[in-house]
């Protein structure tokens, strides 16, 4: 029979001879627009719109082993794809390079029972549907990184859909203030460094810190954690001349 492979938590299935005949995601992920009444006006003021979880359906084969018999395998399956200890990786070898945080859905209380895995069919047919869900519905990339050169990088990012970056400055001389900026958007930092000082931006986190130690009371005031945009943008960092420093991200597509 004709499929491809796939590996969760770091396992392939094909150690378990199983094997992907079909995978079946929608094209986004659920959406939920966000609004708010208006009194003594028609319709909704628009706030935003939320994304919701992901949800994978993927049609499956299992090869019986002459020396296991299938509801042993399904056993031994079943524990390969235990989600009690979270979401895990999930990459399928007909998506190289992208990678989901999925856990299996085998009949989970998630208010989408009818998503849930049918273990019945895969005992007794050898075949059926594994679905996945990821509470995070974005598939990643391979982390990247930049350095930046005169105090100014400029990160073309893959991918589909805004990802938040992490800046690591290391100071070669001294300096009141640090802020590194993104068109309007900046992240002001109100320390006393001198040379030798290591300090991490984390727009992910929304956290900083110096010397591997969190320093939210340094953030200014006015700072605004930001996500870089598909495609090239310019990131700046005043004062200039005093420090050395990268920007790093994760590419991220629906």
Known sequence: MSG?????NGVASSNYNVTATDTITGI?????????SVPNRPGAWYIRTDLGPRWIKVKVAITETSNTSLRTQIRQIAQWLSTVNGPQTLVFDNEPGLTYYAVLDAGMSTGAGTQSTDIKQLVTLGQGELTFMCVDPFAYGTQESLAFASDSASPNVTGTYETWPTIDVTFTGGATDFKVSL???????????????????DCSKQEIQINGVSAMADLGLSSNFFALQPGAQTLSITPTGVTTASVSWTPGSL
């Open 4 to 8: 491809y492979g796939f590996t969760y």
């Open 28 to 36: 986004l992920p659920p959406l939920k627009g966000r609004t708010i």
């Open 183 to 201: 068109g309007r958007l900046y992240v002001l930092v109100n320390h006393i460094f001198v040379a030798g000082d290591t300090l991490t931006v």
